[in-house]
């Protein structure tokens, strides 16, 4: 078993050593070197304190010297070498209240979360594993380096870890890790909004999102999302439906495109249907205005979490509208791009597709002609450069007041009539003729034709 270093790791690593120091490629690299994924980026632990480890490159940025990280910069690649080190109490559950430089690699290793991640390597020493890494690689497991208690204890953010790791590896929790998440997911709430926003992103955009139904199992949606729970004890006695909607919402996770906005959407898409959820005389569940009751809840989660604005209207938005459905005429299509919005119909048009292979059999076959004719019709208005929208109009307000139109609500009303017109029939979008049939040269003569 061997594992090939960048060039500028192991340049790093060999000055370490010829300067007497120890030093190892530590953590995530290694893991995913062993699983041959290509590491993000490459760590280094050393014996050597962050002052030596300035002297011995010439460029550095001291981006965590109190933890004993120093970053080694070549070019405007960085690479953190970190001093061996051990942690002290975490009275907050999220930073140690001290850290104490050590000289052996076990105790550094002994700090961290996971025998996956606390692993080491070096050309001349090979492999270091201390907790049974390797064994846990082998057999697909997340588990706690020493206590899990202990671990969990010193930062609650690791609990989400776990699950995000098992996300992105398509690993389980070992049972004494598991139980001990079970235990602790309440100190979840001394974990700031934007760690656990970060670790939420990663577990959303890995290759099983649909492992978020973790979250509910071990207690930690209950502390971070627990409209997720009523989701799963939501039903859908629907002929379109097969499963309940926290269900429903891990199959959309799962065929939805891994960008932001198409996962968060779909975690978020029908958040509301536990609010909105009545049932006929015939035993059939329906689920009016949940799009809108969605909307709130999901502005409110991203706020609370701290996306950023363009994220929150993004998702706010698709929410919004991801329940529209129109017959697929070309001016029924060119009107959902207006209500939808340009700029976001290629995502709402991903994104139905998604939705629709989370629902039944019934639902993809009345589905799919529709979507394709939908799809069809939009590339021709595209083609076409059709007007959908205001925007588009060949006459604008300065052209209505020019014809004796006073703004306000009246010069409003005339443009959407103007709107509706051009919808219908895109070769009416012409000057001369919207002024003559809307406005007349009086601003009445056309109005009086339409009212």
Same mark, same amino acid.
């Given at each position: 078993?061997?594992?090939?270093?960048?060039?500028?790791? /192991?340049?790093?690593?060999?000055?370490?050593?010829?300067?007497?120091?120890?030093?190892?490629?530590?953590?995530?690299?290694?893991?995913?070197?062993?699983?041959?994924?290509?590491?993000?980026?490459?760590?280094?632990?050393?014996?050597?304190?962050?002052?030596?480890?300035?002297?011995?490159?010439?460029?550095?940025?001291?981006?965590?010297?109190?933890?004993?990280?120093?970053?080694?910069?070549?070019?405007?690649?960085?690479?953190?070498?970190?001093?061996?080190?051990?942690?002290?109490?975490?009275?907050?559950?999220?930073?140690?209240?001290?850290?104490?430089?050590?000289?052996?690699?076990?105790?550094?290793? !002994?700090?961290?979360?996971?025998?996956?991640?606390?692993?080491?390597?070096? @050309?001349?020493?090979?492999?270091?594993?201390?907790?049974?890494?390797?064994?846990?690689?082998?057999?697909?497991?997340?588990?706690?380096?020493?206590?899990?208690?202990?671990?969990?204890?010193?930062?609650?953010?690791?609990?989400?870890?776990?699950?995000?790791?098992?996300?992105?590896?398509?690993?389980?929790?070992?049972?004494?890790?598991?139980?001990?998440?079970?235990?602790?997911?309440?100190?979840?709430?001394?974990?700031?909004?934007?760690?656990?926003?970060?670790?939420?992103?990663?577990?959303?955009?890995?290759?099983?999102?649909?492992?978020?139904?973790?979250?509910?199992?071990?207690?930690?949606?209950?502390?971070?999302?627990?409209?997720?729970?009523?989701?799963?004890?939501?039903?859908?006695?629907?002929?379109?439906?097969?499963?309940?909607?926290?269900?429903?919402?891990?199959?959309?996770?799962?065929?939805?495109?891994?960008?932001?906005?198409?996962?968060?959407?779909?975690?978020?898409?029908?958040?509301?249907?536990?609010?909105?959820?009545?049932?006929?005389?015939?035993?059939?569940?329906?689920?009016?205005?949940?799009?809108?009751?969605?909307?709130?809840?999901?502005?409110?989660?991203? $706020?609370?979490?701290?996306?950023?604005? $363009?994220?929150?209207?993004?998702?706010?938005?698709?929410?919004?509208?991801?329940?529209?459905?129109?017959?697929?005429?070309?001016?029924?299509?060119?009107?959902?791009?207006?209500?939808?919005? /340009?700029?976001?119909?290629?995502?709402?048009?991903?994104?139905?597709?998604?939705?629709? $292979?989370?629902?039944?059999?019934? !639902?993809?076959?009345?589905?799919?002609?529709?979507? /394709? !004719?939908?799809?069809?019709?939009?590339?021709?208005?595209?083609?076409?450069?059709? @007007?959908?929208?205001?925007?588009?109009?060949?006459?604008?307000? !300065?052209?209505?007041?020019?014809?004796?139109?006073?703004?306000?609500?009246?010069?409003?009303?005339?443009?959407?009539?103007?709107?509706?017109?051009?919808?219908?029939?895109?070769?009416?979008?012409?000057?001369?003729?919207?002024?003559?049939?809307?406005?007349?040269?009086?601003?009445?003569?056309?109005?009086?034709?339409?009212?």
């Amino acid at each position: 078993m061997t594992i090939t270093l960048p060039p500028r790791v /192991e340049t790093i690593l060999n000055t370490l050593r010829r300067a007497g120091h120890e030093a190892y490629a530590v953590g995530g690299c290694v893991r995913d070197s062993l699983l041959g994924r290509t590491p993000g980026d490459w760590d280094i632990t050393t014996s050597a304190q962050p002052s030596e480890v300035q002297r011995l490159f010439r460029r550095t940025v001291a981006t965590g010297i109190k933890h004993g990280t120093v970053t080694v910069m070549f070019g405007r690649e960085g690479f953190e070498v970190t001093t061996y080190r051990t942690d002290g109490a975490y009275s907050d559950g999220r930073h140690p209240d001290s850290v104490r430089f050590v000289s052996s690699l076990k105790e550094d290793l !002994s700090r961290r979360d996971f025998t996956v991640n606390a692993m080491a390597w070096s @050309p001349e020493e090979g492999l270091i594993d201390l907790f049974g890494g390797m064994s846990d690689l082998k057999e697909k497991r997340i588990r706690a380096v020493g206590v899990p208690e202990e671990r969990f204890t010193e930062d609650a953010l690791r609990m989400l870890r776990a699950v995000r790791f098992c996300a992105q590896l398509g690993f389980g929790i070992e049972y004494e890790t598991y139980a001990a998440i079970r235990l602790l997911a309440p100190r979840l709430t001394l974990v700031s909004k934007e760690r656990i926003r970060d670790e939420l992103n990663k577990l959303l955009l890995s290759d099983h999102p649909e492992y978020f139904e973790i979250l509910s199992g071990t207690g930690i949606s209950a502390v971070i999302m627990p409209r997720f729970d009523e989701m799963l004890a939501t039903p859908q006695h629907s002929p379109f439906h097969i499963y309940d909607v926290g269900h429903h919402t891990l199959e959309v996770l799962k065929a939805a495109p891994p960008t932001l906005l198409q996962r968060l959407t779909a975690l978020l898409h029908d958040t509301g249907k536990t609010e909105a959820r009545t049932t006929d005389e015939k035993g059939i569940d329906h689920f009016k205005g949940h799009p809108a009751l969605s909307a709130v809840y999901a502005r409110d989660f991203l $706020k609370e979490f701290r996306y950023d604005n $363009k994220t929150l209207d993004q998702v706010v938005r698709l929410v919004e509208v991801h329940d529209l459905r129109v017959k697929p005429t070309p001016a029924n299509v060119r009107r959902l791009i207006g209500r939808v919005g /340009e700029d976001l119909f290629p995502d709402y048009l991903t994104f139905i597709e998604a939705d629709n $292979k989370g629902k039944g059999p019934l !639902s993809r076959l009345e589905f799919e002609p529709r979507f /394709e !004719s939908t799809v069809k019709a939009y590339e021709e208005i595209l083609r076409n450069k059709e @007007p959908v929208g205001l925007k588009d109009l060949a006459v604008n307000g !300065s052209d209505l007041i020019t014809a004796g139109i006073r703004p306000g609500r009246e010069m409003g009303e005339l443009l959407q009539r103007m709107l509706e017109d051009v919808l219908d029939d895109p070769s009416q979008n012409v000057k001369d003729y919207l002024l003559a049939r809307y406005a007349g040269q009086d601003g009445k003569d056309g109005r009086k034709e339409n009212e």
